[in-house]
Nanobody, 125 residues
């Protein structure tokens, strides 16, 4: 049974940092492209960041580019999301996702095969 479990969410002040982690079981992350998405109350789920199987290619939404960094540790079977200079607009539930295809459309949620349950991130003073 495939499971993706996110951790590291919580409350952080504007301008602060937070690191999310996604631990996979039942699948080997090096065989999957990985992504992070988020969903704020009353809004649709949106793409945050994606990373190729090798880790050599990363992709970011314009909203987080330059502030967030996605990474993977294939040996540990985990994917991370370092969030810096956070703003209230980053408040959302953050989801980790895995996909087995080779499309370069990392922003398309429908292409992902597996999803975690999400972790809440709240940015406020």
């Amino acid at each position: 049974q495939v499971q993706l479990v996110e951790s590291g969410g919580g409350w952080v002040q504007p301008g602060g940092s937070l690191r999310l982690s996604c631990a996979a079981s039942g699948l080997t992350v090096r065989n999957y492209a990985m992504g992070w998405f988020r969903q704020a109350p009353g809004k649709e789920r949106e793409f945050v960041a994606g990373i190729s199987r090798s880790g050599l290619r990363t992709y970011y939404s314009d909203y987080v580019k330059g502030r967030f960094t996605i990474s993977r540790d294939n040996a540990e079977n985990t994917v991370g999301l370092q969030m810096n200079s956070v703003i209230p607009g980053d408040t959302a539930v953050y989801y980790c996702a895995a996909r087995g295809d080779y499309s370069t459309r990392y922003d398309m949620a429908s292409l992902y095969n597996y999803w975690g349950q999400g972790t809440q991130v709240t940015v406020s003073s």
